[in-house]
C-alpha cells in the first residue's frame, strides 16, 4: 500500500509526501523475502527519481538509483533515469553509457534512445544524435521531443 499510495502522490506532484511514502515502501520490502528484487529496484528508482527533481539533492537521488540497479541490474528504467540524472549533472560520458546500458536492456525502450541522442548531441557528435532521434521515432512515432530535435538538427543542416 505504502508503494501505491507514494506513486499516486509523486503523479500528483506532491514530492515530499510521496518520498515519505516510498521510504517506508522500501524498508517493509526489504523485510519481505516474497517481494520481487524487480519491484525494490523500483521503488529505488522512483525515489531517487523525486529526490533529483530537487536539483540540490541530485547526487542523493543517484545514490537511490543506484541502489535499485544493485538489487536489480536488468531494470532498464533505473539505467535511463540514472542517465537522466548524470545529463542534468553535465556528467555526459557517465549519463550516455547509462544509456546505452537501457538501450541494451530494452532495444525498445523510445525514451533511452531519445536520452542517448540528447547526450550525444551534448557532446558535440550531431550525426549521431540524428540516428538517435530517428530511432526513437522508429520506436514511437508520436514521441514530440524526438520530432523537435530532428528538426532542429535538419533546419541546421540546411
Known amino acids: 500500500p505504502f508503494m501505491n499510495y507514494g506513486v499516486l502522490l509523486k503523479k500528483a506532484a506532491r514530492f515530499d509526501e510521496a518520498e515519505v511514502m516510498l521510504k517506508r515502501a522500501a524498508v517493509l520490502m526489504a523485510d519481505e523475502r516474497a517481494v520481487s528484487?524487480?519491484?525494490?529496484?523500483?521503488?529505488y528508482t522512483t525515489l531517487g527519481n523525486i529526490m533529483a527533481k530537487n536539483s540540490s539533492r541530485m547526487e542523493e537521488g543517484l545514490e537511490f538509483i543506484g541502489k535499485g540497479i544493485e538489487v536489480y541490474p536488468k531494470l532498464a528504467e533505473a539505467h535511463n533515469s540514472r542517465g537522466s540524472i548524470l545529463h542534468k549533472l553535465k556528467r555526459l560520458p557517465e549519463a550516455k553509457a547509462s544509456f546505452e546500458e537501457a538501450i541494451?536492456?530494452?532495444?525498445?525502450?523510445?525514451n533511452a534512445h531519445f536520452n542517448w541522442g540528447l547526450a550525444v548531441l551534448h557532446m558535440g557528435d550531431r550525426k549521431?544524435?540524428?540516428?538517435?532521434?530517428?530511432?526513437?521515432?522508429?520506436?514511437?512515432?508520436?514521441?514530440?521531443?524526438?520530432k523537435s530535435q530532428l528538426m532542429s538538427l535538419l533546419q541546421e543542416q540546411q
Open 37 to 43: 528484487k524487480e519491484k525494490i529496484a523500483r521503488v
Open 104 to 110: 541494451e536492456l530494452n532495444p525498445q525502450y523510445a
Open 128 to 146: 549521431r544524435a540524428e540516428e538517435g532521434f530517428k530511432k526513437t521515432l522508429a520506436i514511437d512515432r508520436n514521441h514530440l521531443q524526438a
